[in-house]
């Protein structure tokens, strides 16, 4: 095992502003705005109607198809109605909509905790699919679709994805910390579903308390499941699927391939303690870590948030906008893979881990410093996929799409934002990529359907 991989960028990581602050339950006092459609895959589908009462946990949503996943109430009280709601994303969206009762009633059997022994591996995996579980550190495929590989056995690494590597973002961080032994114990059931699998907690080194933690709660497992704690160089994007990979497995897989491809499985810690207290405790996959931060918030810190919660209260709840500052641009995410959002009345979803609000805009800065290229190479030595971002960026402004998917390698683009971070030109390669990826797949999915 290697501590790192190829490339990759330093920035400043700015978690100072609240990798200190410990996670704080977060009981949003309004209505909540629950989308149907959370992650990747096709919606679910409504079970509830207006004018039902839920509980929490609940479920009123259900999957609809292979790649979906089940979506639950995080709070009890009544349906108001079932409509298309702003989301985080900018784009509307039907959401559920509850009138929240503020009591927190939870729905028969959850938190009643199961004889793990009694459990078989299918049952575990059907666990994880009631509970609608998804990734909760990338886009959100369901998680047990991830834990059902076509050969369990050939699985060598499971990986728990601690590294938090994008600037701000300390959620996890303080997961780990307090929450050391549930991880450990999410960890030990995935290994039951692979045989032949090890356990490796991947964190960066920059969170030495996160570390230390996970290795006490190690020493003092009675499992004898193979697991270790493995501290990785602090590097963006260390906590991309394929950077650590490269770097435990050390092996590299082209895209048309999935991490079980090559022998490895790799969850969040945060996807980990939500399967623990699934297969546990009954526990649908409702409320998650996610930290509220950037130069403009007046308290930065760090929470476990119920789905569905407007970002505006959880800001008010940090104090609001600090005084005498004006805030520039708000991000669903950190700087380098989050989006900007048009507004804070909108509803948090699964895969939301951070809000960042900055007094700056950065993006608005660089493209009042918009040159030519100037074919300094940077953005190759940073690219962690080995892609030469200066000859896609120039096969993408001719119109040449065939040279950039097949002779570049675009499509391998992990929209880690590396090469845009380092360009002196300030060219906005990342955004530049992403853009051709949606046309190029837009344009596969319309020549599909139309056979």
Known sequence: MRVTFRGGVHPKGFKELSRRVPLQKFDAKGEFAIPISQGIGKPAKPVVSKGDSVLVGQIIAEADGFVSSNVASSCSGTVKAIEKRRTISGLSAECVVIENDGLYTPVDGMGKKNNLEELSNADIIEKVKYAGIIGLGGAGFPTYLKLSPKNPE?????????????????????????????ILEGMEIILRLFPNAEGVVAIEDNKPEAIESMKKALE???????????????????????????????????????PADVGCIVQNVGTIYAIWRAVEYNEPLFRHVLTVTGDAVKNPGNFIVPDGVLVSELVEACGGIKEGVTLRKALAG??????????????????????????????????????????????????????????????????????????????????????????????????????????????????????
């Open 154 to 182: 050939a699985i060598k690494y499971i990986i728990a994805n601690g590294a938090e590597c994008e600037p701000y973002i300390t959620c996890n961080d303080q997961l780990m910390q307090s929450e050391s032994d549930g």
């Open 334 to 451: 950190g700087p380098m893979m989050g989006f900007a959002m048009t507004s804070l009345d909108v509803p948090v979803v699964k895969t939301t881990n951070a809000v960042t609000l900055l007094a700056e805009d950065e993006v608005e800065k660089a493209e009042k410093q918009l040159t030519n290229c100037l074919h300094c190479g940077r953005c190759t030595t940073v690219c962690p996929q080995g892609l030469v971002p200066q000859l896609m960026a120039d096969a993408v402004h001719v119109g040449d799409l065939e040279r950039y998917e097949y002779k570049l390698y675009g499509l391998e683009c992990i929209s880690c934002g590396s090469c845009t971070y380092v360009c002196p030109a300030k060219r906005p390669l990342t955004q530049i990529f992403k853009q051709t990826k949606a046309e190029i797949m837009a344009a596969k999915r319309a020549k599909a359907g139309a056979k």
């Open 220 to 258: 003092k497992r009675p499992s004898k499941a193979k697991i270790s704690v493995l501290p990785m160089k602090t590097k963006y994007p260390q906590g991309g699927e394929r950077s650590l990979i490269a770097a435990i497995a050390e092996v590299n897989y082209p895209i048309t391939k999935l």
